[in-house]
């Protein structure tokens, strides 16, 4: 591993590294030259605490630097590869969006990163026999064109989402909230362990990260980030679904919607959307003559 890509993994390891403490160092010093985070001895700490706009950092406040170095020396035990957002693997469409993750720790197959076009799949997690139907309905098709599936391994249709990519012999990304080595929910630990064998999982932070609630909302750019378009099926007015939506909107990415009953809960969020000038879906074709 080259010296500076481990140096950024490495500063994605301390326990309050955020987004805009990397980029601050980052911009400071481009090429990580002038610190090493994983030497106690080194200056990073001084550099650290000369700009206003990152937190005074204290060493105590760290795990031990070895600590870190045995972590990522374990990631290739794993099958866990690390690629960060200066690594040609890193998809382009992800480097589009708002904040893109650093880095993304993922195990399964890398090479899907890679595969076009995706379209992200997320809807209610109390999905009803209506969206089990039309996922059957519709995703064949979208696999038959060699559409990839991305959604978030939540329960309900994000489930659906990956169970039906895979039943039908297509490709799928689960971005996940917290780390590898923490799935959540629980019951899809199963679904999880399948996909790491001939899918991918991803997440943009490291293994051993226990999942907080704001890592999924945050976790959503990433779904529709990574995706040419994003498909709603059932969703609440305020729903985690609608927020992804909304990322693909900002993003100017492609969003779809699946209409309900005006006397389903789940589907309101949906038909707003579609209100809103997200295109309705009845069949595959209404999603393909737009992502392919």
Known sequence: MEVFKEKLIALLHYPNSTWKMVFQILKQDPSLDSFNPLET???FYDIMNTSPQTPILQPSLFFHPETIRDQIRQYKNNQISVVTIFDKE??????????????????????????NPKLAVVGSRQVTQYGINAIRHIFPELIKNDVLIVSGLAKGVDTLAH??????????????AGG??????????????DMMKTQLIVSEYPPDTKPQRWHFPARNRIISGLSKGTFIIEAKRKSGSLITANYAVNEGRDVFSLPGSIFNPNSNGANELIQQGAKLVTGAEDILEEIR
């Not at 169970?163 to 996940?176: D, F, L, P, S």
């Open 41 to 43: 001895d080194s200056d």
């Open 90 to 115: 890193y998809p382009q469409h992800l480097k589009e969006i708002y904040q893109p993750p650093w880095a993304l720790f993922a195990k399964g197959d890398l090479s899907l990163l890679a595969a």
């Open 163 to 176: 169970e039906y990519a895979m039943k039908n012999h297509g490709k799928t990304i689960a971005v996940i």
């Open 180 to 193: 590898l080595y923490h799935i959540y929910p629980r019951e899809n630990i199963n679904l999880a362990l």
